[in-house]
């Protein structure tokens, strides 16, 4: 069948190319050069995997900027689209999905809306309603950043937001696409599915914010942080993930998609989500305080990406903290290879981890590779188990 996937993100590209293995699958983008890297055969994000698997299989798809052109004939439409959160309104920006649905109807075409853009709890209903349509599924994503195509060949999870023959048909077409067998599929409402994926974030956001609060305790109490931790996660409940500490959670997902959530509880007693939110702006504040008691008059950022092996820094932890080094009037200078300007957010980009040490007081680290790792004396990380999680 034919399948046409809004958005040639992480999410719409690894979803194109696990679907377009047994299907016809036209993705659309409004960027030319995603779409011309596409039909090209080249992967337009940083993902090992994708790039591999793109280059050895036989894959029917294409790109195009023609909306028409994808959705016509399009059994499926899958909107992929980036919803950022509007801290003004205390809303997700989902006006690229809207507009996406209602193209759609314009259209008059009979094909199933499927979301994946995460969306606030009561879209779609607010949608369908909306637009007179009963059309459309919400399906949450679970992909890590840099795993994307894994985790949509190995999915966790696949959630459904209707209990219909339809939902049960596109979950069929993930299943077919992935590798990994005896998938779990969970059938819900739509509210459901958009808490669910609302929640899992929120909790993971949690545990970040769990850990990293022992360390800041363990740091300023002059404790190991590490032995803590490795003494704690002994217990099976616990266990070994998302507890290595870091300047802070950030990302594509959890900084919005904790606020989001938050947003919903407008008229529901709580008190454990906001503090998440506001657990978060704490550890940032404690990591400026434990640079700034060194007084260096000049502080290098390596990198400015949320984790090894990616070329995403968007809303990464070490940006807020840096806005709060310039507050300081402290010069600060950033290494970052992906970034090709000679200027970022007013700081100086230096070319070379050797200028970025000659130059540098001090050097903040989110996570250590090999290339910083052994430049300790002048680094400051909290990366104590050397993974992403």
């Given at each position: 069948m034919k399948i046409a996937i809004v958005g040639i993100g992480y999410v719409g590209s690894s979803m194109s190319m696990l679907l377009s293995q047994n299907n016809e699958v036209v993705a659309l983008d409004v960027v030319p050069?995603?779409?011309?890297?596409?039909?090209?055969?080249?992967?337009?994000?940083?993902?090992?995997?994708?790039?591999?698997?793109?280059?050895?299989?036989?894959?029917?798809?294409?790109?195009?900027?023609?909306?028409k052109d994808a959705f016509k004939d399009a059994e499926f439409v899958i909107i992929c689209t980036p919803t950022n959160y509007n801290d003004v309104l205390n809303y997700f920006d989902t006006s690229s999905v809207e507009d996406i649905i209602k193209k759609i109807v314009n259209m008059k075409i009979n094909t199933t809306i499927i979301i994946k853009s995460t969306v606030p709890v009561g879209f779609t209903e607010n949608m369908k309603e909306k637009y007179n349509i009963d059309n459309i599924i919400f399906s949450p994503e679970f992909l890590r950043e840099g795993q994307a195509l894994h985790d949509?060949?190995?999915?966790?999870?696949?959630?459904?937001?209707?209990?219909?023959?339809?939902?049960?048909?596109?979950?069929?077409?993930?299943?077919e696409g992935a590798l990994k067998e005896d998938i779990i599929v969970k059938y819900v409402g739509s509210s459901e599915a958009e808490a669910i994926k609302l929640f899992s974030n929120t909790y993971l956001a949690l545990r970040i914010s769990y850990f990293n609060?022992?360390?800041?305790?363990?740091?300023?109490?002059?404790?190991?942080?590490?032995?803590?931790?490795?003494?704690?996660?002994?217990?099976?409940?616990?266990?070994?993930?998302?507890?290595?500490?870091?300047?802070?959670?950030?990302?594509?997902?959890?900084?919005?998609?904790?606020?989001?959530?938050?947003?919903?509880?407008n008229d529901v007693p709580q008190n454990l989500i906001e503090a998440i939110v506001k657990s978060n702006e704490t550890r940032k504040k404690h990591i400026v305080n434990m640079i700034m008691n060194k007084h260096p008059n000049t502080i290098g950022i390596y990198r400015l990406t949320m984790k090894k092996d990616s070329d995403n820094f968007r809303d990464s932890a070490i940006l807020e903290i840096i806005k709060s080094f310039k507050k300081h009037n402290v010069k600060v200078i950033i290494y970052e290879p992906t970034l090709k300007t000679d200027k970022y957010e007013e700081c100086t980009i230096v070319k070379t981890l050797e200028e970025l040490l000659e130059k540098s007081d001090v050097i903040l680290a989110n996570r250590l590779d090999k290339s910083i790792k052994k430049h300790k004396e002048k680094v400051y990380s909290r990366d104590l188990f050397n993974n992403d999680i």
């Open positions: 050069e995603k779409v011309n890297m596409i039909n090209k055969g080249i992967v337009p994000i940083k993902d090992e995997e994708m790039k591999n698997f793109f280059g050895r299989k036989k894959l029917n798809l294409r790109a195009t900027l023609d909306y949509n060949l190995y999915p966790s999870r696949i959630i459904m937001g209707e209990i219909s023959e339809k939902a049960e048909q596109f979950a069929e077409l993930l299943k609060e022992l360390d800041t305790y363990a740091e300023l109490k002059g404790l190991n942080t590490k032995s803590i931790i490795e003494g704690v996660q002994l217990d099976p409940r616990i266990g070994t993930h998302y507890n290595n500490p870091s300047f802070g959670y950030g990302g594509y997902c959890l900084p919005k998609d904790t606020k989001q959530l938050l947003s919903n509880y």
